[in-house]
């Protein structure tokens, strides 16, 4: 489709990197990016938003698309709003932040029924697809931040399409007293020199709702040690942690940090193997969900929001149509949040999930929690599926990214649960996977999608299908 905004004087010829054009932003794409068309190629424009027109320089060209800079906005939508964050036009965190929050959850549902119709070819007339639960307040919510590690110890997200960490005095994702955390650790870093720690990569803070936290420390491996035992050795006394340790003692360890609740309770390390090992604290970090008490292993899932998943698990506790007579399967279930929600009200609920860290938490907090219809299985869905000896009158599904493997949706469609409720992060692989159980027989009844993650372009989805 070609822009009705077509070249002006200053433009040079397509095709010509650097080539500056007045375009017309028609669309969002599913990175956040405006679309429009210069002489029929799809043009992508960070920071452009739809209904704007822009002066963009070209500087990336390919075959069928090309993508450019925003040099100037020639005429502005009336939902840009100014993005509150000082970094946010350099930062990868946040791709939204100049567009209205209501307009932000409008995208969201129009992305996920696009994705919905144009993959999995689901017929969009019959199915209830709700407006985006949006939040009141849609700052700090995140529980969990991963930043990298760059020159002179700074920590921070990656830049868009660069391995490049950003640094940022303030991130309005996570709460007052993550971003201290965060201070506090560069301040060592910087302090130390980052070369003490080359092996560092990046530091994940996590904290619950009491204010306490964790940190995580992530480190490459030393090439030039062989032996694996070697390397771990390594791992603990060379790569930082050591030092790291004494940070977590002196520095953040429980309570110590003012004004953060009740700071940092341990710093884990990851060994070459990937085990986690506790290098400061004791004790589990724990977290309420939905009025049950949580163990969460560094390496286990939990949902970043956990305002959001309360209401993404209500929903899917609505629509299940749950009885002390029905089972439940529920297939990637981390380390059992759901699993023991449903519990409550259904005969027996099976869980499987393949990170043992999780799973060994998942049967931790059953027990904690005093639930003991449910059941647990490690290992990949797709291969362990057939352990589960119940048939399941409802299944839950909270696929990865990824989505599902083939083979589950394909055992789904054998086993015919009367009402399949499929939680996704990712609009494209739920489309292809509904799509799959469409034709096998099974009907999008509704859709929800839920604002997880708040000025980033993702989305989390529940779905009910029916037989
Ligand atoms: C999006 S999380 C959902 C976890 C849980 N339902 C929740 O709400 O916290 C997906 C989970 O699936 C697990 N996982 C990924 N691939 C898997 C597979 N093939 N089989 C089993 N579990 C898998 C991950 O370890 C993760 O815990």
């Known amino acids: 489709m070609k822009s009705k905004y077509p070249v002006k004087g200053k433009t040079s010829a397509v095709g010509v990197i650097n080539s500056v054009i007045d375009l ?44 450019g800079k925003l040099l100037k906005i020639l005429k502005a939508s009336g939902d840009r709003v100014d993005p509150p964050c000082t970094v946010f036009s350099v930062c990868g965190g946040c791709q939204l932040q100049h567009l209205k929050y209501e307009q932000t959850l409008v995208w969201k549902k129009q992305w996920v029924a696009d994705a919905l119709s144009r993959i999995g070819k689901i017929q969009l007339d019959s199915v209830t697809i709700h407006p985006t639960i949006g939040m009141d307040h849609p700052w700090r919510y995140r529980n969990k931040a991963r930043l990298h590690c760059g020159e002179q110890g700074i920590l921070g997200y990656y830049q868009e399409k660069s391995k490049a960490p950003v640094p940022f005095d303030d991130c309005l994702l996570i709460s007052e007293g993550m971003n201290h955390w965060v201070r506090e650790a560069e301040g060592f870093l910087s302090e130390e020199g980052k070369n003490s720690f080359p092996r560092l990569t990046s530091i994940t803070f996590r904290e619950n709702s009491q204010g306490e936290g964790m940190m995580i420390l992530d480190s490459l491996p030393d090439a030039s040690l062989q032996d694996t035992d070697q390397q771990d050795t390594s791992l603990r006394d060379a790569q930082s942690l050591g030092a790291w ?74 629509w299940a149509e749950l009885s002390k007579e029905k089972v439940v399967w529920d297939l990637y279930c981390g380390i059992g949040t759901i699993t023991l929600a449903l519990a409550a009200k259904a005969q027996k609920v099976w ?78 692989t739920l489309a292809r996977d509904l799509g799959i159980l469409q034709s096998g027989g099974y009907r999008v009844v509704e859709v929800q999608p839920v604002d997880m993650f708040p000025w980033s372009v993702h989305v989390e989805t529940v779905c009910l299908l029916s037989r």
């Open 24 to 67: 017309e932003g028609l669309r969002l794409s599913s990175e956040g990016m405006a679309v429009g068309y210069h002489e029929g190629k799809a043009t992508f424009v960070p920071g452009l938003l739809p209904g704007e027109i822009g002066q963009v320089q070209i500087v990336e060209e390919k075959k069928n698309w090309q993508r």
């Open 245 to 318: 340790a004494r940070l977590g003692k002196e520095d953040i360890g429980s309570g110590s940090i003012e004004g953060t609740g009740s700071g940092i309770s341990s710093v884990w390390g990851i060994t070459l193997s990937g085990e986690p090992e506790r290098i400061v604290g004791e004790g589990d970090f724990t977290e309420n969900v939905l009025r049950a008490e949580f163990k969460i292993s560094p390496l286990a899932f939990l949902q970043v929001n956990p305002a959001q998943t309360r209401r993404l698990y209500n929903t899917v506790l609505d």
């Open 351 to 428: 869980g499987i999930e393949e990170n043992p860290y999780a799973v060994a938490d998942a049967k931790e907090n059953a027990k904690r929690n005093q639930i003991d219809n449910v059941e647990f299985i490690p290992g990949k869905v797709e291969d362990t599926f057939r352990q589960i000896t119940d048939h399941p009158d409802i299944v839950v599904l909270d696929p990865p990214r990824a989505g599902a493997h083939k083979r589950v949706l394909e055992r789904l469609l054998e086993l015919k649960p009367d009402q399949i409720i499929y939680v996704s992060c990712d609009p494209g």
